[in-house]
């Protein structure tokens, strides 16, 4: 029976982990999305020519 129980935490535990931490880090571009919608995850602006538009202000 403890066999059973230790096996159980074992398969459940890491994606437990994954879903604490997926919005920060392990799913760093998709992760961020997940909040309110309207973050712009680090992994998305790759170069000096991606445009940043604030969705509150419509400033760019």
């Known amino acids: 029976m403890k066999r ?9 535990l890491p994606f437990v982990v994954c879903a604490e931490v997926g919005e920060t880090s392990l ?20 170069g000096p020519r991606d445009i940043i538009i604030d969705p509150d202000t419509g400033d760019i």
């Open 4 to 12: 059973a129980i230790i096996s159980v935490f074992a398969v459940i």
């Open 27 to 46: 799913f760093a571009g998709v992760g961020s999305y997940w909040g309110d919608g309207n973050t712009i995850p680090d992994a998305a602006i790759d």
